[in-house]
């Protein structure tokens, strides 16, 4: 069993900042790393960035590439989202999620549990 859970989600202006927070637990051990998706209405979850524990390496969607910088501690099961300049359109509810198995790391079907999602809307 593995729980996960998302805060620092809310209301910001374009152009503002918010940084989420994703801790793990459970049967946490041997994961290969963790991610964010998010999923806006009448749209499909879709990747926004993901962290290999393995060497550290850093998986960014081309939309949020330069604005948002994922973070973590494999120690801790914890994974963070800086969010800078947002945008209207960064509006939807955002997911981090775990995985214990190296691939392809942009797919929300290779991700094995989710947290309940928290909402980050930007307002114009």
């Known amino acids: 069993q593995v729980q996960l859970v998302e805060s620092g989600g809310g209301l910001v202006q374009a152009g503002g900042s918010l940084r989420l927070s994703c801790a793990a637990s459970?049967?946490?051990?041997?994961?290969?790393?963790m991610g964010w998706f998010r999923q806006a209405p009448g749209k499909e979850r879709e990747f926004v960035a993901a962290?290999?524990?393995?060497?550290?390496?850093?998986y960014y969607a081309d939309s949020v590439k330069g604005r948002f910088t994922i973070s973590g501690d494999n120690a801790k099961n914890t994974v963070y989202l800086q969010m800078n300049r947002l945008k209207p359109e960064d509006t939807a509810v955002y997911y981090c999620?775990?995985?214990?198995?190296?691939?392809?790391?942009?797919?929300?079907?290779?991700?094995?549990?989710w947290g309940q999602g928290t909402q980050v809307t930007v307002s114009s």
């Open positions: 999620a775990v995985r214990y198995f190296s691939g392809n790391y942009y797919s929300p079907r290779e991700y094995d549990y």
């Open positions: 459970g049967r946490t051990y041997s994961t290969n790393g």
């Open positions: 962290i290999r524990w393995y060497g550290g390496a850093t």
